[in-house]
């Protein structure tokens, strides 16, 4: 019967053997640094993403004004809780660096913008300024704007520049 182990045992370490040196062939790596790999960029973007949900939330603010007061006041509301969530993720090494309360409560406020960026979008679908869609257009007092224009068209289609010190000078149209 000792045997019989012996001959498993050893059979069992050639395997292992074997499998080590096929994973060290094929680039697997070991699963502890798989998942500090995977830690790693997760964290990378969430770095990324919370960074730019910061940015575009100020950009927002910036970009609303005129608007009614409760749609700048949930805009400004929306790029604190950017920040917030920011600052956050933005130093940490490792998701054990986070408490599970900073996380429920990063998920908490991810909600409510997205509550808050459906309620702003709302509002600019069914209540665009003009001045977003077209620029604007002051009306010129025209009364001002002299009679004479600095090219005279005769009928013959040749074009006479009538502001030269030596004469009309022809130019062809």
């Not at 919370?50 to 603010?61: A, D, K, N």
């Not at 979008?121 to 620029?135: A, F, G, K, S």
């Not at 001002?144 to 009309?168: I, L, R, T």
Request: glycine share 4%; with cysteine; hydrophobic share 30%.
């Amino acid at each position: 019967m000792d045997s019989a182990n012996q001959k498993l045992h050893n059979v069992q370490d050639k395997l292992q053997q074997s499998w080590l040196e096929w994973r060290k062939k094929t680039g697997c790596n070991d699963e502890v640094q798989d998942a500090e790999h995977i830690e790693s960029r997760t964290l990378a973007i969430t770095r990324g993403l919370t960074h730019q949900l910061q940015t575009t939330c100020l950009t927002l603010v910036s970009s609303i004004q005129g608007l009614p007061q409760n749609i700048q006041d949930q805009a400004n509301s929306l790029a604190r809780s950017a920040t917030d969530i920011y600052q956050n993720f933005s130093s940490v090494s490792s998701f054990r660096e986070v408490s599970d309360t900073v996380l429920a409560s990063s998920k908490g406020q991810l909600t409510k913008m997205k509550d808050s960026v459906d309620g702003v979008m709302d509002y600019l679908v069914n209540n665009t300024p003009l001045n977003w869609l077209v620029p604007d257009f002051t009306i010129t007092d025209l009364s001002s704007e002299p009679d004479d224009f600095p090219y005279d068209v005769d009928y013959d289609g040749v074009q006479n520049n009538c502001s030269s010190a030596n004469g009309p000078t022809q130019l062809p149209m």
